[in-house]
């Protein structure tokens, strides 16, 4: 893996993994810019395209692409740097802009951007990450609902605890913790009920921080019905 270490007061990242020596632990970032070190404050901000009919879509900052390639639905674009201060967030797709919003981007903060939500009816949530690490052998996870017509969801272990309760289009919720080391199943249900509308099967997870959402259409049998998605956003060593 191609690695990239960036000192900024401190503050250390490493492409695919990622030191942050600001704080009392090491911690890793999924990040693929090349080797750079900044001089200038600096924040790191993720794509997530979670709408169930944008097939390839480019995140760029102000004129810039953030990436060679598109992020296809259900998927993500890792970590990269962003300078700092209000920044327009745009996703395109086939050169034609599907949503955009402003931002201030603060210093050594993380954000996730997500594209939700049909591309006809395109809506842009951006949210604010943690490196916070959990305790020895766990692992955090937070949940987002970006199905614009599902009930209020809970997140859940199937046959185990729910993690995550009632949650409407675009409530997300903190960082939970699970212990690591084990494949787990998870299980989107309908607020207080067995109604499971999306599952994700034999996820491994290790140590490290994730972002589970829920996109697509309720009630939708094509391409835009609902479906469950992972990212893991940190991992420690």
């Not at 913790?177 to 997870?205: C, D, H, W």
Request: proline share 4%; aromatic share 10%.
């Amino acid at each position: 893996m191609k690695k990239l270490l960036q000192n900024l007061k401190g503050w250390a990242c490493v492409t695919g993994v990622a030191v942050i020596a600001a704080v009392s632990f090491s911690s890793c970032l999924k990040n693929h810019n090349d080797d750079y070190v900044p001089q200038q404050p600096v924040a790191l901000i993720s794509a997530i395209n979670a709408s169930p009919d944008a097939q390839g879509v480019d995140f760029f900052l102000d004129q810039n692409r953030t990436a060679p390639y598109s992020i296809t639905s259900g998927n993500s674009q890792d970590y990269i740097r962003a300078y700092t201060g209000k920044r327009n967030l745009i996703f395109y797709s086939s050169g034609n802009k599907i949503v955009s919003d402003t931002a201030t981007l603060k210093d050594k903060t993380l954000y996730s951007v997500f594209l939700a939500n049909l591309v006809s009816k395109p809506d842009l949530v951006l949210l604010t990450d943690t490196i916070k690490q959990p305790a020895a052998g766990m692992a955090a996870i937070r949940f987002i609902n970006l199905s614009p017509n599902a009930p209020a969801t809970d997140l859940a272990i199937t046959g185990g605890n729910v993690l995550v309760s009632n949650k409407s289009y675009k409530g997300y919720s903190g960082f939970v913790t699970v212990p690591v080391n084990s494949a787990y199943n998870f299980e989107i249900r309908q607020t207080g009920t067995n109604t499971v509308l999306a599952t994700l099967s034999n996820i491994k997870i290790i140590n490290g921080l994730y972002t589970v959402w829920l996109q697509g259409i309720s009630g939708a049998t094509d391409q835009t019905k609902l479906s469950a998605h992972i990212q893991n956003n940190v991992f420690y060593y």
